[in-house]
């Protein structure tokens, strides 16, 4: 039962315009492909490992078409040729590339690769890796005991890999049901994913297949200790999304920041590259059943939380039809908001109300992120601890489903584990307080939460339908979302997007569409 009386009309006009808008794009998107794109598709055919100086074999080789022959027929059209030629594995061609004994370019003006279907036996097996993990995850969660309130969501974020599993376990056995392993400050910027196990991040851990693995297996552990599935989360975003979602889709992750607009607006990251390798991203994360997490809550941390409040719900409907683009399943999309309004202003928890509840009312199905408060955290730990008690009460009045717990020690240093074990207590608390809140109260039709609401939804029904009108390329430009200014053909990685040859082929992308088109209508 809708306690904002929203008007449905208005709704249905925002979706209009939001799947418009990404439509748009999408006509863009699929006319190109990257190099992110083209080393993930390497991967999922089985090459792994590194060249004598510590360059992944995917990077070599896309590396090697991409500057001796032409990489716009996509890379499978050289591996298919070089399969049949040789007879060996993508693992062994690649290997022979980057020792100089053999090279693909011979390839490069032959027509349409008759072979691809060479290709079928490799994409199989990791396929089928993934299969596993989907179904592995999908039976651990049947034999969890099922939640109400908000899944609690806690970040480890040490730099080393092993010192975050120990965190990770304290605070999965202290009641946490979701762990985020924190990248290394400025992964996002690396056009390559680092090998192996790392533990000198700075900031956060390096996300790698073997950081993956391990921490995978510590909270499988601790799953079975405790008797319910502890989720594994980490960043499918920056310049290798795609290649993190691969990696994250055959280690089963539960869930993946993957939000384009986040990397474009705080990362300077080229919008074509980025909505181009958020697609194919979100794509494999529909047929992995990753949940994905957008990053709205990331514009009011450089933009008014009160005044710009609309260009969160406008980027949510906006995210939500990108990810409907891609196949995926209302149930997967982790649209995100935040609980941010300056604590000084009169009624502010009635705003943050009123905003929670909008975006549960609208997006029914998909499992939203609520972030807690981090601009006006301060440093006064007893403060922040009642700013972070009030948004625990928002989530769970409002029925939010991830929860990321805030830490009272915000803006003073990476949390300790007594700090997170101080934030699970109080949500747990708080989740038992005020269990059935939401379904006692009811809001007045003429008072502050019932008007904000209303404000807010037609002040981003007007703000999507002037962006349908200009096109998100020159929204961006204007520095509507967060107050950043970015250009279509500035922000870094433009060099490693390519117009697809009229030839090119994606055997992996055709394989996933066509088996998410048949689940959608099977």
Known sequence: MSKLNLNPDLITACRTDAGAIARQVQDDINKHTTVSVERSLLRLLGIDGINAFAVPLVNVVVDHVRHKADLTKGISHYLSYAIHETGMSPQDIALRVASG?????????????????????????????????????????LQTPAKTTPLKYVIVATGNIYEDIKQAVSAARKGADVIAVIRSTGQSLLDYVPYGVTTEGFGGTYATQENFRL?????????????????LVNYASGLCMPEIAALGAIERLDMMLNDSLYGIIFRDINMKRTFIDQYFSRVLSAYAAIT?????????????????????????????????????????????????????????FLYELAQAELSREIFKDAPLKYMPPTKHMTGDVFMGMVQNALFNITAVTTRQTIHLLGMMTEAIHTPFISDRAMALDNAAYIEKAFKDFGEEIMFRPDGIIIKRAHD??????????????????????????????????GGKGLDGVFVKHADYRNPLMERLLRALEEERHG
């Open 215 to 231: 921490m995978r297996q510590a909270l499988d552990d601790v799953s079975d200790q405790e008797g319910r599935y502890i989720r």
């Open 101 to 141: 004994m053999l090279d693909l370019s011979k390839y490069a003006d032959l027509p349409l690769s008759p072979h691809l279907e060479l290709l079928t036996p490799h994409l199989d097996k990791m396929v089928a890796r993934i299969d596993e993990m989907r179904q592995m995850r999908h039976a651990k969660i």
């Open 292 to 348: 994905i997490n957008t990053g709205e809550d990331n514009y009011l941390t450089t933009s008014d939380a009160f005044e710009h409040a609309h260009t969160v719900l406008a980027s949510q409907f906006i995210n939500e039809q990108f990810a409907s683009l891609a196949r995926m399943d209302p149930a997967l999309m982790g649209l995100g908001h935040a609980y941010e309004i300056d604590p000084r202003m009169e009624n502010s």
């Open 456 to 489: 807010v939804l037609f002040q981003a029904r007007q703000l999507l339908a002037d962006i349908r009108t200009e096109g998100l390329f020159k929204t961006l430009s204007r520095g509507t979302f967060a107050g950043v200014p970015r250009h279509e053909d």
